[in-house]
């Protein structure tokens, strides 16, 4: 009876750590793509993704033939300079590090003057009985006994704009993202997903630590076993994790390369190339600790652990 007794419980603790195994590996696997993601919350990936594929000197290029975007300072550090901290100030509020999102351009307020009245300049003299209105700048027409400097300085009390009283424009509010618009609350339901992010990776690492707490009681009597077991699991996670990656990336890039748009193919590559090192960073991590147990489970001298039920 004992024996029976002892077959079924063999049985039933093989079953238990097999399964408690197979969650491990998913919880590692999980913590193991977090974790390679989390760069992404920042702006050095981007800004080094869109420095390898060109996009600053190309910006530069297309702003200088954009007449709108003359009056915009560009500081010593070029369009990469503005992309950073534009970057870094949307993402940390993404983080929620800070609750004020603050996307400042600086601005030449002479040169943007001059943009505006130029503007004003060319919209045609209202007609015999034709009244202008704000409410629609493509139909705006200018009446005959105004000048445009006047005009213009209505269509700022209109619009409730002070671009000439500061330096700097606030992107905020030229794309309706003040508190409270629709915009905003978009962009903050959004914001909840980087949070939740966040709850993975440290939900992931916990349940790793939990499932191998509940292996090295059920192996308690045999510390090689529970050394070979979590080994393996790690081994094994490591080793999917860098196959997944392999096969990802080279499945994107062949995806990405048929797209025709500029500098988006080259943005992408060096994009997903970082992720992927990531990957295989941690990947390798990984398999050298599960190596390392495996390898020491084999050097342990081949006495049960003294540790008691």
């Known amino acids: 009876m004992r024996a029976a007794h002892r077959g079924k419980m063999g049985v039933i603790k093989g079953t238990a750590l097999f399964c408690i195994a197979v969650a491990m590996f998913v919880t590692i696997l999980v ?10 919350l920042y702006s050095d990936i981007y800004i080094a993704s869109l420095d390898n594929a060109g996009a600053f000197s190309y910006a530069e290029e297309q ?3 954009v007449p709108m975007a003359s009056f915009i300072k560009i500081p010593a550090g070029g369009v990469k300079e503005i992309a950073t901290r534009l970057l870094t100030g949307v993402l940390a509020y993404m983080r929620s590090d800070t609750n004020e999102l603050a996307l ?3 601005i030449d307020q002479e040169k943007l003057k001059t943009f505006f009245l130029d503007s ?15 409410d629609s700048l493509d139909s705006l027409c200018r ?9 213009l300085d209505e269509l700022l009390v209109a619009k409730n ?7 700097t424009v606030d992107l905020v509010s030229v794309y309706g993202l003040e508190e409270g618009s629709a915009g905003r609350l978009n962009l903050d339901n959004f914001r909840r997903y980087f949070l939740y992010y966040r709850y993975v990776i ?12 509940i292996v090295f009681l059920l192996k308690r009597r045999s510390l090689k076993g529970f050394m070979r077991w979590t080994g393996f699991t790690f081994v094994l996670a490591g080793a999917v994790a860098l196959a997944g990656a392999l096969f990802g990336a080279s499945a994107f890039k062949g ?31 990984a398999g050298i600790i599960g190596l390392f147990l495996i390898v020491f489970s084999f050097l342990m001298p081949s006495a049960k652990s003294n540790i008691k039920k």
């Not at 916990?206 to 191998?212: F, H, I, Q, R």
């Not at 797209?259 to 992927?276: D, G, H, K, R, T």
Request: glycine letters at 4%; proline letters at 4%; hydrophobic letters at 50%.
């Open 104 to 106: 400042n351009v600086e």
């Open 202 to 213: 440290f939900v992931s690492a916990l349940c790793v630590v939990l499932l191998g707490g």
């Open 63 to 65: 702003l200088n033939a």
């Open 143 to 151: 009446p005959a006994n105004k000048s445009a400097n006047e005009l």
């Open 120 to 134: 004003i300049n060319n919209v045609s003299v209202c007609g015999k009985g034709q009244e202008y209105s704000f």
């Open 161 to 167: 704009l002070s671009f000439f009283e500061r330096d």
């Open 255 to 285: 995806y990405i390369a048929t797209v025709q748009y500029p500098l988006l193919p080259e943005f992408a590559n060096s994009l997903v190339s970082a992720i992927a090192r990531n990957v295989f960073l941690y990947a390798a991590i």
């Open 31 to 40: 913590l193991l793509v977090s974790v390679s993601l989390y760069p992404l």
